[in-house]
């Protein structure tokens, strides 16, 4: 469920954001290019390629080094590490930097499974990304038994019966995600949570395809481990891991024996990818400005950030309901996933549809041709795509729209694909 947000007015200003993103003047065969492509991947602002540039021009260098440079390395990441901190709504020594959230996630499901072994068990969910699933199964080996919670194919929404049913006082971890990034569902994240805490287990949350369209906030959901990547919310690639205090100094990471046994900097092997940390920090700037426009009263780098959630929210509730819609009056379309407008709250804007009598790789490719940038396949939700059997009939198309995509927009890309299947 999407944490409660604040009321107060927040208007976005669409030509100033679309202004933000270079990539998206651009044409493809005389079109104008449409981006529907965020859940892979989003488009990132001016400021995120000059920091990543400048960063390279005037700062590159090592962390730790007793001159210029490696100084500013070390205060460049901090301000990042405390900017995603804001962003995430915890203290910056909780922010781990990683190549990718799947990376991060076998690092984490090999530190935790350390401990584990026969007779200890955790749950996963079919309705995740195989990043929050196959890092966890992996464990098998050690002994650990993998269970996993069912989602409901009629809406493809979390089965919270079964969910509550698999955890037992065996489960060391719950693994769920926060949002789908296939069929767009948005879980209960705080109940599943407070399941997983009853039981006495660590809980890890994929926010990874939630982040661009919702408010995260670790401390309300107190849960122990929560990851994202920069990468789908208008920064670099990258992935970020928020792990509870307590929870990062207890574990035990494989490091190398000189690195610190402080955290965070324990948790992160080998060097990072400093211009990309440059980057985050530029992406959250993008945010905090993005909801100071919204609603210029905003007092904190935090409350600004919660304004350009709630400003974002709304825009993007206007354009799923347009989607969804047009989506309906074309002919043969099966949508998967929530429809009924008085549930929106639990959705998001991504949407995956088949149609009949043309394969999604047709579609996205045809769609492709005028510019219209969307994904086919499975997008690595195998258990969604296999447990709805499409996986054998190449999947879904999915049409992903973020907060720079417009109303104008979804209304050509409807007209472009009633053309193609007419
Ligand atoms: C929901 C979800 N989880 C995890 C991942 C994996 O993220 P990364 O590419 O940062 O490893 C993705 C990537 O698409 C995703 O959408």
């Known amino acids: 469920m999407a944490i409660a947000e604040p009321v107060f007015p927040v208007s976005l200003d669409p030509a100033w954001i679309r202004s933000q993103f270079p990539s998206l003047a651009q044409t493809l065969n005389g ?3 449409v981006f529907l492509d965020g859940p892979g991947g989003t488009q990132v602002p001016r400021r995120v390629i000059d920091a990543i540039s400048d960063y390279l021009a005037h700062d590159n260098a090592n962390t730790g080094g007793a001159y210029h440079t490696s100084r500013n390395t070390d ?14 709504n915890c203290d910056a020594d909780e922010i781990v930097f990683g190549a990718n959230m799947t990376s991060l996630t076998y690092a984490m499901s090999r530190a935790i499974g350390r401990d584990l072994g026969p007779g200890d068990e955790i749950v996963l969910t079919l309705l995740d990304h195989d990043a929050n699933f196959s890092p966890w199964k992996a464990l098998e080996e050690n002994g650990v038994t993998i269970r996993a919670a069912k989602f409901n194919p009629s809406d493809c929404t979390l089965d919270m019966d079964d969910m509550a049913r698999q955890i ?26 407070r399941l997983a805490r009853e039981a006495g287990a660590l809980s890890y949350i994929d926010a990874v395809h939630y982040a661009p369209h919702g408010l995260i906030d670790v401390r309300a959901l107190d849960c ?8 789908k919310f208008f920064g670099p690639h990258m992935g970020v891991l928020y792990g509870k205090r307590e929870q990062l100094k207890m574990l035990h990471p494989y490091k190398v024996r000189p690195n610190t046994n402080n955290i965070p900097n324990c948790w992160e092997s080998g060097t990072l990818n ?11 700037d993008y945010w905090e400005e993005l909801g100071r426009r919204a609603h210029p009263f905003a007092k904190s780098r935090r409350d600004a950030i919660v304004a350009a959630h709630k400003a974002i929210h709304e825009h993007e509730s206007r354009m799923t309901e347009r989607m969804i819609a047009g989506l309906f009056a074309i002919p043969g379309l099966k949508l998967y996933g929530i429809s ?26 045809k769609l492709g041709e005028r510019g219209f940038f969307t994904w086919d396949g499975n997008y690595y939700a195998l258990n969604v795509s296999e447990q709805l059997d499409v996986e054998r009939l190449g999947g879904f198309l999915r ?13 050509r890309m409807l007209v ?7």
């Open 340 to 365: 009924d407008p008085g549930r929106f709250e639990q959705r998001c804007a991504t949407f995956v549809v088949r149609i009949e009598g043309h394969t999604p790789l047709e579609l996205a490719t």
């Open 168 to 193: 037992t006082s065996r489960t060391r971890l719950v693994a769920a995600g926060y949002a789908s990034n296939a069929v767009g569902t948005i879980n209960d994240a705080s109940e599943i949570v």
């Open 31 to 33: 079109q104008p290019a």
């Open 75 to 88: 205060n460049m990441i901090a301000e990042a590490r405390a900017a995603m901190g804001d962003f995430l």
């Open 224 to 231: 122990d481990f929560l990851v994202c990547s920069t990468y």
């Open 274 to 284: 400093h211009e990309c940390i440059a980057g985050i920090k530029a992406c959250v």
């Open 416 to 422: 472009a694909l009633r053309e193609i299947v007419a």
């Open 399 to 411: 049409i992903g729209l973020v907060h720079y995509n417009t109303m104008d927009e979804v209304e």
